[in-house]
């Protein structure tokens, strides 16, 4: 079965080959027998026979083995043969458990666009319910702060009144007391003097004629003040009247400016809008970074000693860096030996289409800019900006596609802002022969 299965296997041309040449070997046996049988003489027939059965018999060893040789070299080829279908078989199963990898980095990259989408959903969900949140809160607060204002202002503006007229009305009253015991005083006198009424009746009426007229005169003057006052009542509504007005102008103005602290917080929602697209943009800078990798995968079956790339990483956090070029001294990969670690240089190999992806992590609050360089030339920049207290450690990723030439020379530079972080390889450079 063996023997079988290396014919199966074996070039149908070299068996031709072999058979041939042993055909050859056994005429040139013969030829050689018909020429010896010629030069000998019939006396030594017998021995010449005995001679050529030998050399058969030798012939028939060295054919022997010949075969065998072929049979160890049929194995040896079998054995070759069956050793490079098991390599076939393991290149096999290589791919495919690269097929069921990029099978399943496919599924992760559509379960982060659901739940990017999910997000922005729920983000959106979130703002419209907190616009009509602090809507209504601001409007209940206003009107809630408006009729304080209004209440208080009407009862101090009530108790002054009610003081004033209390005021009045008891000088009034003591006015009226006044008179009444002028006129009880009068009174008592008359009865006391009764009796002399007949004597001093003519000066009695004229005193007392005098004195009615003195009382009209200040009832009348009592009269023209009362008119007086009222006047002057009228004239204090008329001033709490204004007063009323200028309260609801500063409510105007009170307005006024709750309609501009609603705008301000209107613009802070669209500012805090603005970054959650921000970070909507870095994810999906992720997930292209994801798909290029997905890509460099499906393009595993090219020649290993062509393929062209690096990783490279931070050595440790940096808070003061703020010139000069970016160093990623943490080698992580290097085929071809295109990055230098010392210079944080990448010096192209060979011409071609490369691809280049940085993320430069920025530290606690800092903001870090940074640009990626082709021969001095700026190509692309990066940008992990923090806008507050609430921020912290923000990524800059971006990724660039650039045709290089041999010797071409493309680095990550500061570009503005300072320092950057790392937490394992988070702070990255790379870049790979497309």
């Given amino acids: 079965m063996v023997f079988q299965s290396s014919l199966d296997h074996f070039p149908l041309q070299s068996i031709t080959m072999m058979l041939v040449c042993i055909i050859a070997i ?50 040896a080829l079998v054995k070759n043969v069956h050793a490079l279908v098991s390599d076939v078989n393991l290149m096999k199963k290589s791919f495919a458990a690269s097929e069921t990898t990029i099978s399943g980095l496919q599924q992760t990259i559509e379960a982060l666009n659901t739940l990017v989408y999910s997000l922005q959903k729920e983000n959106s969900e979130l703002k419209n319910s907190s616009i009509i949140s602090q809507t209504r809160m601001m409007e209940f607060e206003t009107r809630t702060q408006t009729l304080n204002e209004s209440v208080s202002s009407l009862q101090d503006k009530l108790d002054i009144n009610q003081m004033e007229s209390d005021e009045k009305r008891q000088e009034m009253f003591n006015k009226t007391n006044s008179v009444i015991a002028d006129i009880k005083i009068e009174l008592r006198y008359l009865s006391v003097t009764l009796f002399d009424f007949k004597e001093h009746a003519d000066m009695e009426t004229e005193s007392r004629d005098n004195k009615y007229g003195e009382l009209e005169h200040y009832f009348n003057s009592s009269l023209n003040e009362l008119k007086s006052e009222n006047f002057q009542i009228k004239n204090d509504v008329t001033n709490l009247t204004a007063k009323v007005q200028n309260v609801e102008d500063s409510q105007s103005e009170v307005k006024g400016e709750l309609t501009e602290n609603l705008n301000r917080t209107v613009t802070k929602f669209e500012t805090q809008f603005k970054t959650s697209e921000y970070e909507r943009l870095k994810l999906s800078s992720t997930v292209s970074s994801l798909e290029v990798a997905q890509m460099n995968m499906s ?60 993320n430069v992590q920025s530290y606690s609050t800092n903001s870090i800019f940074t640009a990626v360089v082709l021969n001095g030339v700026t190509k692309v920049r990066t940008m992990a900006y923090s806008n507050g207290s609430s921020d912290h450690y923000d990524a800059g990723p971006n990724l660039v596609v650039l045709t290089l030439q041999k010797g071409d020379r493309v680095w990550v530079k500061r570009y503005s802002g300072q320092g950057y972080y790392i937490d394992g390889p988070i702070t990255t450079f790379s870049g790979f022969l497309f």
């Fill in 26 to 75: 056994f005429l040139s046996f013969a030829r050689a027998d018909t020429i010896s049988s010629f030069l000998t003489d019939g006396e030594n027939k017998t021995s010449t026979l005995l001679e050529v059965e030998d050399q058969e018999w030798n012939d028939l060893s060295i054919l022997r083995q010949m075969i065998n040789q072929e049979t160890v070299i049929r194995l």
């Fill in 299 to 358: 393009k595993s079956r090219c020649d290993v000693s062509k393929r062209i790339g690096f990783t490279a990483t931070v050595s440790s956090t940096s808070t003061s860096w703020n010139s000069g070029t970016l160093v990623f001294p943490g080698v992580i990969t290097n085929a071809g030996n295109g990055y230098n670690p010392s210079t944080g240089v990448f010096t192209a190999p060979t011409a071609g289409v490369y691809v280049f992806f940085v």
